[in-house]
């Protein structure tokens, strides 16, 4: 009789505590990223930009939180990436070139969010989630991997899929192939060349303006934003997922992408967390694509990691006058792609310092 009450006690206690993971599990909000790629952060209609209307993303600033200081460290694709998944600089990742995988030794978002019970899964643009051992992603069909392709097909289906079939929280990165190069989708013929509004520090010539053209016709991020958007609202998922856009680092143009100009390190943030993020809110606090994973996991309710570089910007999230980080730090390593000239940066909302490590080097005639 005791023995079989002793197993009664250990079923309650089995059924309660399964009862209240379920519970937690069900609490903790789900999170969407959806990533451009070689995105100009300053031609979305909700940061001012005058050239296109980007309908969808502006709707999403308008039910969430603007951040005005969104920081890459470094301007490259697969350098930022690496700084998002693990929460390392990229001098301490080891993806501080392009194309450069990290250090083999390393943990990322899997590894912390997974110790949490969440799904950690991945759709589109991949050429960065390398080593396998650092980033073991739950891969999803649907979003295309290879940023330059001449097209940009994609279908929600495998991600409907996906998000449906999960029981426990899941972490969905959705990453855009939009709007990099070789910019052969969408009209050009919609913009009109000679009324585009160049940035100032561009040279005014009509093969700019044309280029330009290309590059703005590139609007399918705004689809897919939209898509997502009310996949989540059809699914009934939309009022326990954090939806969180991010614009990467600058377009391949002139002083922006491969530099440490406003151009090329400045990026764009939008989240939206409903019953938490005030809506139509903007921040004026300095977060780095490094502080990304370290807020993840605060969210998730994970003790903060020790030797990560990021901070959490959870508290900024509650409160949209809560400030983030002191300093935002910038790195620029182009070895051995083209003629080498490294830089540093250092800024505030108020100052940046830009450091040239070979002032003396003539860039412009040895390419």
Not at 22 to 43: E, F
Not at 250 to 263: I, N
Not at 333 to 339: D, R, T
Not at 342 to 364: A, G, W
């Amino acid at each position: 009789m005791a023995l079989i009450y002793r197993y009664a006690c250990l079923l309650l206690c089995f059924c309660i505590s399964t009862a209240l993971s379920a519970q937690q599990s069900k609490k903790r909000p789900n999170i969407v990223v959806i990533m451009a790629d070689d995105l100009d952060s300053r031609q979305l209609s909700c940061y001012g930009g005058t050239n296109l209307k980007t309908t969808n993303i502006d709707k999403l600033a308008s039910e969430g939180m603007l951040f005005n200081h969104m920081i890459a460290s470094e301007a490259m694709c697969v350098p930022t990436r690496a700084s998002l998944f693990t929460g390392l600089y990229p001098a301490r990742h080891g993806s501080f070139q392009n194309h450069k995988p990290v250090f083999d030794n390393l943990k990322s978002i899997c590894h912390y969010l997974d110790a949490q019970n969440y799904t950690v899964a991945l759709t589109g643009k991949n050429h960065s989630t390398k080593p396998e051992s650092v980033f073991p992603f739950k891969f999803i069909e649907g979003f295309q991997p290879n940023c330059v392709a001449p097209t940009d097909d994609y279908s929600l289906d495998s991600v409907r899929q996906f998000i449906t079939a999960q029981k426990d929280p899941y972490c969905l990165f959705v990453m855009s192939i939009n709007p990099h190069a070789p910019w052969t989708l969408g009209d050009p013929s919609e913009f009109d060349a000679d009324k585009l509004k160049l940035p100032l520090h561009w040279v005014d010539t009509k093969q700019v303006r044309e280029q330009f053209r290309k590059y703005l016709a590139e609007r399918r991020l705004d689809n897919q934003v939209g898509d997502i958007m009310k996949l989540l609202q059809e699914t009934g998922q939309d009022k326990n997922t954090i939806l969180i856009f991010l614009g990467e680092q600058g377009a391949q143009f002139p002083g922006a992408k491969w530099t440490l100009w406003d151009a090329g390190q400045k990026s764009s943030m939008i989240v939206r967390w409903p019953d938490v993020v005030k809506p139509a809110s903007q921040t004026d606090a300095i977060v780095q694509y490094e502080d990304i994973t370290p807020t993840f996991i605060d969210i998730s309710g994970g003790t903060p990691i020790a030797n990560l570089d990021g901070k959490s910007f959870l508290n900024v999230l509650k409160d949209q006058k809560s400030k983030g980080r002191d300093f935002a730090y910038g790195i620029h390593n182009n070895i051995p792609e083209g003629p080498a000239y490294p830089m540093r940066s250092i800024r505030s909302t108020q100052y940046k310092l830009l450091l040239n490590l070979t002032p003396e080097k003539n860039i412009i005639s040895s390419i």
